[in-house]
Every structure is written in C-alpha cells, then in structure tokens.
C-alpha cells in the first residue's frame, strides 16, 4: 500500500503530526509488537484510510461508512468528519489510554457462540467482572472483563447452552467499565480536534444509529470506549437505509464473514490490499 506516492504522503503526514511510525508498524512489526493495543490500533486505522483513499481514486464512494472498534474512527474520516492525521493522533492516544488502563495479562476477551444475546445478558446478570462487549451477530457476542470474570462467565455461558465459548488474543476487556480511565483520558484528546457534521451517514457504534452533528462526536466516542458495540444494530441501519452492497476496508475479513448472517442477501467483500481494490473496480 505504500508503494503508491499519495498513501505514502498521507503516512508520513500522519505519522508526523500524531508521533508514531506508522512505516515501522505496517511494514516491519511482527505479530508480537502488533499484538499491543498502542500498536495495533494506529496500523489498523491508517489501513482503513489507505484503502479508502485508493478506492476513491478508483471512483468508488461509499453511501453510508460503519467501523467495528477502533474502525469507527476511519469510517468518521472517510465522511470527512475528521482530517486523517488528526483521527490517528486521537487513536494513538486512544490506545495508549486503553494499554495503561488494563495491565497486562488481568483481562481478556472471549467470542460466546451459538447463543442469542438475550440469554448471554441473563447468564452474565449480576456478574461485577464481565460484560458483554461486542453483539456482533444474534448467534456471536463477544464478552470481556477480568480473567477470573471470563472463567466464571464461561461456565454460566456453557450452562445456558453455548456452543462454544472462545478466547480471544488481545490483551486488555474493551468496551467495558474497566476502560473508563481510558475513556477519559481519550476525551481530552477528543475534545482538541475539529470535528465536523458527517458528509455521509456514519453509524455509531454505541448506538446503532448515525452520528449527529459534529460537537455530539467526542462524548459519543468516549462512551463507545466503555460501552458495547452494536455492530449487529450499525448494519441493520445500513440496510434500512438501503445499502446493498458492503466492502470491508481493511487487513481481515472478520466482519465480511459476519454478513451471511446480518444481511444474507446483500453483496459483501473484504478489500485489504491495492490489488483487491483494482479487482474491485473493475468489477463495479
């Protein structure tokens, strides 16, 4: 992706103002470097506006923008809701916040499968150390808290008929109250960008609904932080306003496998390198 000169100019640009080498984290880090939330979360939100900047330049404008996590974020540049160096400068902090306020090896994450989230909210009901994090589809939710919480919460789950009950490699229970340390560190960073209303619909993770105008975009972003996702609500948004077709911008294709079941009639792709994206529009 940084073979081309204008993502190039736009990686150095960002990677300047928001102090990170993006270069060193696309290119050279290995897994164990990428695997820290600091890390992590900058690369992934420049290789969404890498993407995004290269379909563009193909002639491929997104109707409505939706990003799971930390991809919210570049979905919020994509409407030009925020400049990109300044959106990486806010998720740099973001995950500085979010690595400090979970030390390492006291939380995790886990995929509950193969039971609805009405059930996974009475099995966890009561628990003070895991909570749902992310309802990513009516059969996947994902649940996070402390260590002991998730081994606790693993057994209530299994009781209550889940197929599966999976861990998962990160390091820290996002989108639950054990980030809001982080969540209000990461709004003072917030609250020092310029955010403009969205050009486009931009689904809010905290709700399921678009973002508003551009003032409501700090304190909506911070209570993401320690809120679940509700990507299964953004999508079905998306499809009420009548998107049919979905691309996933970015280096995986987890939420394109999502799709079968949210929207199993729309078209879904995932676009995470220059090549898939010439194959896509030739395709369009």
């Known amino acids: 992706m940084l073979a081309d000169p204008e993502v190039e100019e736009l990686c150095d640009k960002c990677s300047n103002i928001a102090g990170v080498d993006l270069r060193h984290l696309l290119i050279n880090a290995d897994d164990e470097e990428l695997r820290l939330t600091q890390n992590a979360q900058p690369a992934l939100c420049f290789a969404g506006l890498g993407l995004t900047l290269l379909l563009r330049r193909r002639g491929i404008e997104p109707a409505a923008t939706a990003g799971h996590s930390v991809g919210e974020y570049a979905a919020l540049a994509a409407s030009g809701a925020v400049e990109a160096a ?38 966890l009901a009561g628990m003070n150390d895991a909570w749902p994090a992310n309802y990513n589809t009516p059969t996947q939710t994902v649940i996070a808290g402390t260590i002991a919480g998730l081994e606790a919460a693993t057994k209530r789950l299994q009781a209550a008929g889940a197929k599966r009950v999976v861990p998962l490699n990160v390091s820290a229970a996002f989108h639950t109250p054990l980030m809001a340390p982080a969540a209000e560190r990461l709004r003072a960073a917030l609250d020092k960008i310029d955010w403009r209303t969205p050009r486009l619909p931009v689904m809010a993770n905290l709700t399921g609904r678009p973002h508003q105008g551009g003032d409501r975009i700090p304190q909506v972003m911070e ?62």
Do not use: N, Y
């Not at 740099?92 to 909210?121: F, I, N």
């Not at 691309?247 to 792709?269: D, H, N, Q, Y």
């Open 86 to 123: 300044q959106v990486i400068k806010a998720v740099v902090e973001r995950g500085k916040a979010m690595a400090d306020a979970a030390p390492a090896g006291t939380t995790s994450m886990a995929a509950v499968l193969g039971l609805d989230s009405q059930a996974v909210e009475v099995a």
């Open 223 to 284: 209570m993401q932080l320690r809120s679940p996702v509700r990507w299964a609500a953004c999508v079905q948004m998306l499809v009420e306003l009548g998107c049919d077709t979905f691309l996933e911008v970015g280096p995986k294709r987890a939420l394109t496998g999502m799709m079968r079941e949210l929207a199993p009639t729309a078209t879904a792709g995932a676009v995470g390198t220059p090549t898939a994206v010439q194959e896509v529009a030739v395709q369009a």
